[in-house]
């Protein structure tokens, strides 16, 4: 019984499905992720027809060879097809790192192959499925990829992929709803401020404003429940324009004490393209902005996407007006590398799912130090934020992160308390 394929020396589809089957299986058994990707050599007969079966032959082994190369020692290649080839990548957390492995794929490939002294070009089509977010059975995870693989082609694509469904659900609570109505009103809102570190000269540079709410009868709600609902309910912005004024006052009262800070606030994603954004932001500043306390913005890749050259020409504006952009949660969205030259950013937030665990996940090591040096080749500062134990900070001084923020140093506080943490800290040692 073989399960490789002859000419390649890879898996066949049998032995791959096989393989894939397991794979699937490991993954839901150990709530670990992979991805699956179909490669397409399209008009591959165009090939065989104009330079014969031994050329054709010549360039399969040598796509083989390729894609052996690209993949990890945790990965799976195979040939599938007479001219499709499939992997298996694993402990891929998201479609953006997937989409990554597949634009190196797609450039690895576009080289042109020698045969004789010819040169010979293919081009190819990638399809990509994620288990468990787009199957978690091997068999609908292969029918789908090849489904977005036919569609890419059919648009004239070079990767296809599953289409996610909503993140996550918003909840429907109608108490939630009536009572978010008047929480501002009603002083039930508070912003808790969490200090971000230098790495190198181990003081603090800022602090981020993270929103609390307090319900009357439910006791404290969390911000991730929350917020989404009063984004659905259009509460959002008065209640942003709150936080932007109330953290500008609250923390122009400390600078005068211990120098100039930085404030970060959470935008949500619609507001960049709020026509009144600017006047909102220039009236605080104008009330409460010191010369000490220097206003950010966090904002979260998917605040881009919808019409990228107007959001950065209003980022521009912001800046040309003092204001910091960082970008939150960097590396769980879809960060096309293409637009990052022009994008007008200051600071890249590495997402503290990769940052909690980094000492024991190599693969996290790995997504954090590419990050890192994208920042700085961009010059742009990176924060680590999530940071909870002296390894994993660590680990981030060796590969000169510049900044950090996580319970290691401190939880977000109220105002009163981070007054007296401020006065206390001595500084990293
Ligand atoms: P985020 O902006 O990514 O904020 C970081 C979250 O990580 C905060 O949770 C913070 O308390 C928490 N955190 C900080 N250090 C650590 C650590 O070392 N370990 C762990 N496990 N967690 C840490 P929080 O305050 O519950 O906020 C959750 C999310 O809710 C925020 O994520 C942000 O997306 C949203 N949010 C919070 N405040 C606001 C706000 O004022 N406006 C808007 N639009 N969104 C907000
Ligand atoms: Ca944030
Ligand atoms: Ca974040």
């Known amino acids: 019984m073989t399960t490789t394929d002859e000419l390649t020396g890879l898996y066949d589809r049998k032995g791959f499905l096989k393989l894939l089957s397991g794979q699937v299986k490991d993954a839901n058994t150990y709530k670990t992720k992979l991805a699956l990707l179909i490669v397409d050599i399209n008009r591959f007969y165009r090939i065989n027809n104009i330079y014969g079966y031994e050329a054709g032959d010549e360039i399969l082994k040598k796509i083989a060879l390729v894609l052996r190369n690209v993949i990890r020692e945790q990965d799976y290649v195979a040939r599938i097809g007479d001219n499709r080839f499939a992997l298996i990548l694993s402990g891929i957390m998201n479609v953006g790192h997937a989409e990554l492995a597949a634009h190196k794929i797609l450039r690895l490939l576009q080289a042109p192959f020698l045969f004789g002294d010819r040169k010979i070009y293919v081009d190819c089509t990638i399809g990509i499925s994620l288990c468990p977010l787009h199957a978690s059975n091997y068999m609908f995870l292969m029918k789908e990829c090849e489904s977005v693989l ?10 296809g992929i599953s289409e996610t469904l909503e993140d996550e659900e918003i909840p429907e609570d109608w108490d939630i709803e009536l009572a978010l109505d008047d929480a501002l009103d009603k002083d039930q809102l508070q912003i808790h401020y969490q200090p971000k570190i230098a790495l190198d000269s181990g003081g603090v540079v800022g602090v981020e404003a993270l929103l609390r709410w307090n319900h009357p009868s439910r006791g404290f709600i969390p911000p991730n429940y929350f917020i989404p609902i009063a984004e659905r309910m259009g509460h959002i912005k008065p209640i942003t324009n709150w936080i932007f004024n109330t953290a500008l006052r609250q923390g122009s009262e400390w600078t005068d004490k211990w120098g100039p800070l930085s404030i970060a606030v959470n935008i ?14 220039a009236n605080a500043m104008n009330l409460w902005g010191g010369d000490n306390v220097s206003p950010v913005l966090e904002i979260v890749e998917r605040s881009l996407v919808l019409e990228p050259e107007k959001s950065f020409s209003i980022l521009r504006e912001l800046q040309e007006m003092g204001i910091g952009i960082s970008i939150d949660d960097f590396g769980t969205g879809y960060s096309s590398l293409s637009y990052f030259e022009k994008l007008p950013v200051n600071e890249l937030k590495i997402d503290q799912s990769f ?9 996290n090591q790995n997504i954090v130090k590419l990050i890192v040096d994208l920042a700085h080749a961009f010059d742009m ?4 934020e999530g940071v909870e134990d002296l390894g994993a900070l660590q680990y981030l001084k060796k590969i000169k992160c510049d900044l950090a923020q996580g319970y290691y140093f401190a939880k977000p506080m109220p105002q009163e308390q981070i007054k007296d943490w401020l006065s206390n800290f001595a500084g990293l040692k």
Do not use: C
């Not at 940052?355 to 693969?363: K, L, Q, R, Y």
């Not at 500062?381 to 680590?384: H, Q, R």
């Open 150 to 159: 036919h569609g890419a082609k059919e648009k004239g694509r070079t990767i």
């Open 268 to 281: 949500p994603p619609d507001f960049i393209l709020m026509p009144d954004l600017k006047d909102l932001i």
């Open 355 to 363: 940052v909690t665990n980094v000492v024991g996940s190599p693969a």
């Open 381 to 384: 500062e990176v924060v680590a």
